[in-house]
């Protein structure tokens, strides 16, 4: 009986770590590797990658710092089914005159969607959060797909004198 309770706990601690790591989607890093051509580019700390559910939209943030060049890309995963949708914008404050008072309003201006780039690439001026929205179309509902968003950034070339 012991020696069948030692065998349950250690196959427990061994092999069910190793399957829930099977199962999860590869760190961000791995979808960077795919890629042939290297750049002055370089990973940022701020990139993900997860599970998603076909059908619904998932949504993450990061901060963009001043004086650093920034490509973003969204990658789906191998073995992955579906169209990966995504939309990159930030929330920016509008004044309006309403009467002889001002209001203020926070407004989503969007950067890039599925439909413009394959990637986004822009310069910060000043510190901002951006937010991604990623969803997966026409997949498995039944089956978790793998999604990764990179983000790359490197330094910006001063110009001027």
């Given amino acids: 009986m012991k020696f069948i309770l030692t065998t349950a706990l250690l196959f427990g601690f061994v092999f069910v ?3 829930i ?3 999860q989607c590869p760190p961000a890093e791995t979808f960077l590797k795919k890629k042939k051509t290297k750049d002055a580019y370089s990973l940022n700390s701020q990139s993900r990658s997860g599970a ?3 059908d619904e939209s998932y949504e993450m943030s990061f901060i963009a710092h001043p004086g650093l ?3 973003l890309t969204t990658v789906l995963g191998e073995g992955s089914v579906g ?6 914008y930030e929330m920016v404050v ?3 005159v309403v ?6 309003k926070r407004v989503k201006k969007v950067l890039a969607s599925s439909g413009n780039a394959e990637a986004l690439e822009f310069t910060s001026d000043k510190s901002r959060k951006i937010f991604i929205n990623v ?9 978790l797909a793998c999604v990764g968003v990179l983000i790359e950034t490197k330094r910006s070339e001063k110009t001027g004198f």
């Fill in 83 to 88: 169209t990966l949708n995504y939309e990159i």
């Fill in 69 to 71: 060049d920034y490509r």
């Fill in 21 to 23: 790591g099977i199962a």
């Fill in 94 to 96: 509008e004044k309006k």
């Fill in 17 to 19: 770590p190793m399957v």
């Fill in 135 to 143: 969803s997966i179309t026409g997949g498995d509902k039944k089956k």
């Fill in 52 to 54: 998603i559910a076909a």
């Fill in 99 to 104: 009467g002889e008072k001002d209001t203020f």
